[in-house]
């Protein structure tokens, strides 16, 4: 896979089986395809900033700003957009290009970032995995936090204190996830493990 991240969507799990008779379980994802639609380069740097856009939109649906940048550059409306600073060959890539599943490469490690499942607002057991109270008869302390600070000295609760609120909804990345199989002709991968998110989340696929 080339230095250029790139947009993808979750379309489900399942489990393949290798040459050995091993099950690996497998995530099926959607790769693309995005487009560059901005590129900086920069004189003093080897490194420039990379635009790609991903899945079309109605231009009715966005400011005129984004519109007129959209035309300055002769590429369609993208829903998302995301740009990226990276050492890039001027000759390969060039604003227009369509990046697919192509860039991929059978046996390489990428890392996936996407925004997890969100569980609303949960307990501190479940939040934090915190053991529960004794269940015996008159025990007044089964789910409870118990004590979260002291009294008089600070008189306060400290901050990050590790209490119940909401839980889950957060960016997490998913390191060294190794491809396994793609299908050019459907665009989708299959990446060994589990990436974040429920099905249909938008990912988001690099390389360092």
Avoid: W
């Amino acid at each position: 896979m080339s230095s250029i991240g790139m947009f993808g969507k979750k379309i489900g799990m399942t489990q393949i089986f290798d040459d050995e008779g091993k099950t690996i379980p497998v995530t099926i994802v959607q790769v693309g395809p995005c487009t560059i639609t901005n590129i900086e380069y920069s004189n003093t740097k080897e490194y420039s900033n990379i635009q790609i856009g991903y899945e079309y939109i109605n231009p009715h649906k966005l400011t005129k700003s984004k519109i007129g940048n959209f035309y300055k550059s002769k590429t369609p409306c993208f829903k998302y957009l995301k740009q990226y600073t990276k050492k890039i060959d001027k000759n390969h890539m060039k604003i227009g290009k369509i990046l697919t599943v192509k860039e991929l490469k059978i046996g390489n490690l990428i890392n996936v970032s996407a925004n997890s499942i969100g569980k609303g607002f949960t307990g501190y057991q479940k939040r934090h995995n915190f053991s529960r109270g004794p269940m015996s008869h008159g025990s007044k302390n089964h789910r409870q936090p118990g004590s979260i600070g002291a009294g008089t000295t600070p008189g306060r609760v400290f901050p990050n204190k590790k209490m119940s609120g909401r839980m889950g909804g957060n960016k997490v990345t998913m390191k060294n996830l190794q491809i396994i199989k793609t299908y050019t002709e459907t665009n989708t991968a299959l990446i060994k493990g589990c990436v974040p998110g429920k099905k249909g989340n938008l990912l988001y696929l690099y390389k360092k």
